[in-house]
């Protein structure tokens, strides 16, 4: 027996070890990374382990310092008795304003049709009458000493006649489901669990599935959204609809024309002018669906915008954010989805793709968002997938080891009406199956493509179906398979079509950083980042400072690939790049090289969205 004392000594030191680690984990805002017995998918082709949540907030991640608008909101859109008004509000001056009437040009301009005056005083201000219907106006009002005091873009989007609203009797109603994307920028499951509590507990009163093993197949927003709206990568679309004499992508056969076909109305907007296909791309020479935002983003932000955040990534205009627009956006059209079939994508980007902790102040107001849906009852009839792209790509907290694998699993989850489940009982048990295994943005493409016929969700079909799907050869199971089918339990990153650099069935192992083939891959990465910017003559050729981090990418036992993922700082400019590559006779990329730090203006002396990461400008 040990003597007393002794085992309160060693009770003690014990006590004063934990203190130190809890001390220490604190400060430098370690945890642990991996819950190495549980897994978010365990299927024969893919494992994906569990992450850790931080048990308390991440301390090295630095607080968001947003404000609100600044700037009032004086004049608001008003339709009463058929007609559309300007309401005036909170006017604590004489002032004298100005409007113009727009409409579309292209997804570059707008044409300014009317302007017209009128004066607005301290005292009470009657409604002003504007042009009836779908308008969209600039107004700017100036004091007497003739500053500019409101400068904003109001739109009006009147409700449906009353005759539309309500089927007559002898119309029989063709069964169909609607769809509804609410997409969210840079927003992994985790992040979604740790910012949206109201949220989560919404969703526990009405159908739903969150689909764990979503992953994203792409760098960006626009690499990750085409091949839900098409069916294909980026690049593919691209050789297939663009060329030098057609180079807007109003051919291209994206998911809202197929939908526009099958008699259904199209809506789509994001909370930005520089949208996923407008940030230095084309855009649409005609206007895409029947409701469509970004000519309102687009006067907005050239002309009346401010930012709110010293990073200026944050915008207002008047006193709404462009966050705002896009819902107010949304309640507009909320009648419209009461009265027909509609397929709608809206897309929200601002802020939450920039700050660690901004998404937590989404929370209620996408509670509220589906709270209406529901209360309107167009959730009876509509799917609605709430989703992200991928997690965050940059700041302090992409730089852990949780956030490096979180970047590659973005969030979803699917809301449907209860009947799905009672009607085609064998596609919603494949849909809810299919949770727990490997889903991409391709998969989702042939999903809303069934949506348009329900009559494929019969479960004859969808054994005769199923029956086909089984039949093919491992190596030719399409890409992207409806998630009203099984999804193959072999299935791997290689036959989802998600590049190894996103894989997120491999484990990682940390090797040191000054081992021989990891300085050459290194130098490799660096190689291949000066050949994309090599054609541009203004960006300076980078060098390597350091290996930051080294790992063994683990492809499974079967596997005889050598595979390196590595994250360096380069000099000049401090970037910090992550790629992975390949090792047999010679190295080559098993997908991009990403940026994981902030560039800002660096890349002020090129415009190429795809270079802007890489390049360095000398003052």
Same mark, same amino acid.
Request: proline share 6%.
């Given at each position: 027996?040990?003597?007393?004392?002794?085992?309160?000594?060693?009770?003690?030191?014990?006590?004063?070890?934990?203190?130190?680690?809890?001390?220490?984990?604190n400060?430098?805002?370690?945890?642990?990374e991996?819950i190495?017995?549980?897994?978010?998918?365990?299927?024969?082709?893919?494992?994906?382990?569990?992450?850790?949540?931080p048990?308390?907030?991440?301390?090295?991640?630095?607080?968001?310092?947003?404000?609100?608008?600044s700037?009032?909101?004086?004049?608001?859109?008003?339709?009463?008795?058929d007609?559309?008004?300007?309401?005036?509000?909170?006017?604590?001056?004489?002032?004298?304003?100005k409007?113009?009437r727009?409409?579309?040009?292209?997804?570059?301009?707008?044409k300014?049709l009317?302007?017209?005056?009128?004066?607005?005083?301290?005292n009470?201000?009657e409604?002003?009458?504007?042009?009836?219907?779908h308008?969209?106006?600039?107004?700017?009002?100036?004091n007497n000493?003739?500053?500019?005091?409101?400068?904003?873009?109001?739109?009006?989007?009147?409700?449906p006649?009353?005759?539309?609203?309500?089927?007559?009797?002898?119309e029989?109603?063709?069964?169909?489901?609607?769809?509804?994307?609410l997409?969210?920028?840079?927003?992994?499951?985790?992040?979604?669990?740790?910012?949206?509590?109201h949220?989560?507990?919404?969703?526990?009163?009405?159908?739903?599935?969150?689909f764990?093993?979503?992953?994203?197949?792409?760098?960006?927003a626009?690499?990750?959204v085409?091949?839900?709206?098409?069916?294909?990568?980026?690049?593919?679309?691209?050789?297939?609809?663009?060329?030098?004499?057609?180079?807007?992508?109003?051919?291209?056969?994206?998911?809202?024309?197929?939908?526009?076909?099958a008699?259904?109305?199209?809506?789509?907007?994001?909370?930005?002018?520089?949208?996923?296909?407008?940030?230095?791309r084309?855009?649409f020479?005609?206007?895409?669906?029947d409701?469509?935002?970004?000519?309102?983003?687009?006067?907005?932000?050239?002309?009346?915008?401010?930012s709110?955040?010293a990073?200026?990534l944050?915008?207002?205009?008047?006193?709404?954010?462009?966050?705002?627009?896009?819902?107010?956006?949304?309640?507009?059209?909320?009648?419209?989805?009461?009265?027909?079939?509609?397929?709608?994508?809206?897309?929200?980007?601002?802020?939450?793709?920039?700050?660690?902790?901004?998404?937590?102040r989404?929370?209620?107001?996408? $509670?509220?968002? +589906?709270?209406? =849906?529901?209360?309107m009852?167009?959730?009876?009839? /509509?799917? %609605? !997938?709430?989703?992200?792209?991928?997690g965050?790509?940059?700041?302090?907290?992409?730089?852990t080891?949780?956030?490096?694998?979180?970047?590659?699993?973005?969030?979803?989850?699917?809301?449907y009406?209860?009947?799905?489940?009672?009607?085609?009982?064998?596609?919603?048990?494949?849909?809810?199956?299919?949770a727990?295994?490997?889903?991409t943005?391709?998969?989702?493409?042939?999903?809303?493509?069934? $949506?348009?016929? +329900?009559?494929? =969700?019969?479960?004859?079909?969808v054994?005769?179906? /199923?029956? %086909? !799907?089984?039949?093919?050869?491992?190596?030719?199971?399409?890409?992207?398979?409806?998630?009203?089918?099984?999804?193959?339990?072999?299935?791997?990153?290689?036959?989802?079509?998600?590049?190894?650099h996103?894989?997120?069935?491999?484990?990682?192992?940390?090797?040191?950083?000054?081992?021989?083939?990891?300085?050459?891959?290194?130098?490799?990465l660096?190689?291949?980042?000066?050949?994309?910017?090599?054609?541009?003559?203004?960006?300076?050729?980078?060098?390597?400072?350091?290996?930051?981090?080294?790992?063994?990418?683990?492809?499974g036992?079967?596997?005889?690939?050598?595979?390196?993922?590595?994250?360096?700082?380069?000099?000049?400019?401090?970037?910090?790049f992550?790629?992975?590559?390949?090792?047999?006779?010679?190295?080559?990329?098993?997908?991009?090289?990403?940026?994981?730090?902030?560039?800002?203006?660096?890349?002020?002396?090129?415009?190429?969205?795809?270079?802007?990461?890489?390049?360095?400008?000398?003052?």
């Open positions: 027996m040990f003597p007393r004392r002794l085992v309160w000594v060693f009770l003690a030191v014990c006590f004063m070890c934990l203190f130190n680690l809890e001390y220490l984990a400060i430098f805002g370690k945890e642990p991996v190495f017995n549980r897994f978010l998918i365990n299927t024969p082709g893919c494992r994906v382990r569990v992450l850790a949540h048990k308390k907030p991440v301390p090295f991640v630095e607080p968001i310092h947003v404000m609100g608008c700037r009032p909101q004086l004049i608001s859109p008003l339709y009463e008795d007609n559309n008004y300007l309401k005036a509000s909170n006017i604590e001056e004489d002032l004298q304003c409007c113009w727009m409409e579309r040009q292209d997804d570059r301009s707008n300014y009317q302007e017209r005056q009128f004066n607005l005083s301290r009470e201000n409604p002003i009458q504007v042009e009836c219907g308008q969209m106006y600039r107004i700017q009002c100036r000493e003739n500053v500019v005091k409101y400068n904003d873009v109001i739109f009006f989007i009147p409700p006649f009353e005759e539309e609203k309500t089927p007559r009797p002898y029989k109603k063709r069964e169909s489901l609607s769809v509804m994307i997409g969210i920028d840079s927003l992994s499951q985790m992040h979604f669990e740790r910012n949206f509590p949220l989560t507990s919404f969703l526990d009163y009405v159908p739903h599935t969150f764990l093993g979503y992953s994203r197949v792409g760098l960006d626009y690499e990750n085409v091949p839900l709206l098409s069916g294909l990568r980026s690049d593919e679309l691209e050789q297939r609809c663009l060329s030098a004499n057609k180079s807007t992508y109003d051919k291209c056969g994206l998911l809202w024309e197929k939908f526009k076909d008699g259904y109305s199209t809506i789509y907007g994001e909370d930005t002018a520089k949208g996923i296909f407008t940030d230095e084309a855009g020479r005609k206007q895409p669906t409701f469509y935002l970004h000519p309102v983003m687009l006067e907005m932000d050239k002309h009346t915008r401010y709110i955040d990073s200026e944050i915008h207002c205009s008047g006193g709404r954010q462009f966050f705002d627009v896009l819902n107010d956006f949304i309640d507009k059209l909320s009648f419209y989805m009461q009265t027909a079939p509609f397929f709608s994508f809206f897309w929200h980007s601002q802020g939450v793709k920039d700050y660690y902790h901004y998404a937590r989404l929370d209620v107001d996408y $509670v509220k968002r +589906l709270r209406r =849906l529901l209360e009852d167009i959730l009876d009839n /509509t799917l %609605v !997938l709430l989703m992200s792209d991928y965050l790509r940059s700041g302090k907290y992409r730089l080891y949780s956030g490096m694998r979180e970047e590659s699993q973005p969030f979803l989850v699917a809301i009406p209860d009947w799905l489940k009672a009607k085609y009982p064998f596609a919603m048990d494949n849909f809810k199956q299919n727990h295994n490997l889903v943005a391709f998969d989702l493409h042939a999903t809303l493509k069934d $949506v348009m016929d +329900l009559n494929l =969700l019969k479960n004859q079909h054994e005769n179906r /199923t029956d %086909v !799907l089984r039949g093919y050869p491992p190596k030719k199971v399409p890409r992207g398979v409806s998630l009203f089918l099984p999804l193959p339990l072999k299935r791997n990153c290689e036959s989802a079509g998600i590049p190894s996103y894989c997120p069935c491999t484990d990682l192992t940390e090797i040191p950083t000054d081992d021989g083939i990891v300085l050459r891959t290194a130098r490799f660096i190689a291949s980042i000066n050949q994309i910017i090599g054609p541009h003559e203004k960006c300076q050729q980078l060098r390597l400072y350091k290996v930051m981090l080294a790992y063994f990418v683990d492809l036992e079967s596997s005889f690939v050598y595979e390196l993922r590595l994250r360096v700082s380069t000099i000049p400019g401090d970037g910090l992550e790629g992975t590559a390949r090792l047999t006779d010679t190295f080559h990329l098993t997908g991009p090289i990403t940026r994981v730090n902030e560039y800002r203006s660096q890349s002020f002396c090129v415009n190429e969205t795809s270079i802007k990461m890489y390049c360095y400008c000398p003052n």
